[in-house]
């Protein structure tokens, strides 16, 4: 995604180009790394002339950035002794389900680590840098900063707020309307529009729904139309546990998380036997404590929701201020009346409305998509 505006921020200029070329090995960790983030690697030579290795983060569980930049370099016979590595986040400094990505650059002799920005995860926060250095290892930071923590925001957002970044997907007429008012709404957009969606669904740790929409469309919330590595987990806001056991939600091998606002033993173990984990928030007036649900979610590890939900559970969202970006399809029809895109309000004057900032805008097929955040949320 390309922030409009790029240039007049002088945080956001270009990086130079070899963290510029790790920034795009980076970007196919996307779908790919989650939870862990997106990070890309590449070793040159001491005189800046020859690259000998690149790489970027595979499956949780699987070798990082840096681990497949030194493999690439050892299987093109490259010796990386006084190399200098771009990588666009801090290299690890602890053993979790690989080990530390810092002993192994200085173990190979790499002489400077050139690194976009620190870890944010505390159980590395500098302490990467930190050992690097202890072992001789020069470290560089800043280049490629900005867009290393664009691409690493759900990161970011579960490591330093303690909850995913929420954002949320519609698709609507240019009047503004999801569905006429039978619930009907396939398809408001293109076929070009649905395959784009399904790409930023790929990019999420889940997508989530209400409800309503699994009772009225039976959604699958997977990813069919676009490349896809690994499955988003589906979540679902079901306050009364209505779910049919039999929904097309349930899919073999994908975690799938209830939030429910009443206990039902029977119903739980129902859908329980289907391979549902519930979880039991409840909140004001019977319905799910939302906030809790995202801190919920960030403990399970998930650094991007991914909402496609309809005007009910959208305005409460909202309402809550829980939303951090809004990604919109606009076809270029007209239907009157129909569903409204979110469900809140009402406002008493002007001065009460949801203010946004638009991202990007770009035609997709006959379709306009537009990406908005709310000001400030990405401020963490």
Known sequence: MVLDGIADNPLMQAPDPSMQQALALAHRAIGLSEPNPRVGCVIVSADGQRVLGEGHTQRAGEAHAEIMALRDAAEKNQPVAGGTAYVTLEPCSHHGRTGPCCDALAAAGIGKVVAALPDPNPLVAGQGFARLRAAGVEVVTGSGAAESRELNIGFFSRMVRGTPWLRMKIAATLDGKTALDNGASQWITSEAARADGHAWRARAGAVLTGIGTLLEDNPR???????????????????????????????????????????????????????????????????????????????REVNELHVEAGHKLNGSLIREGLVDEILVYLAPKLVGQGREMANFGPLADLAGAVALEFLSHEMIGPDLRLVARIPGRDKF
């Open 221 to 299: 919330l997977d990813v069919r139309l676009a490349p896809a590595a690994r499955q988003p987990d589906a979540v679902v806001v079901d306050s009364r546990l209505d779910t049919p056991p039999d929904a097309n939600i349930f899919q073999p091998g994908r975690r799938l998380f209830i939030y429910a606002a009443v206990k039902d033993a029977k119903r739980q173990a129902a859908l329980e036997a289907c391979g549902a984990t519930i979880v039991c928030l409840p909140g004001p007036g019977g319905k799910v404590d939302l906030a809790a649900m995202l801190r919920d979610l960030a403990e």
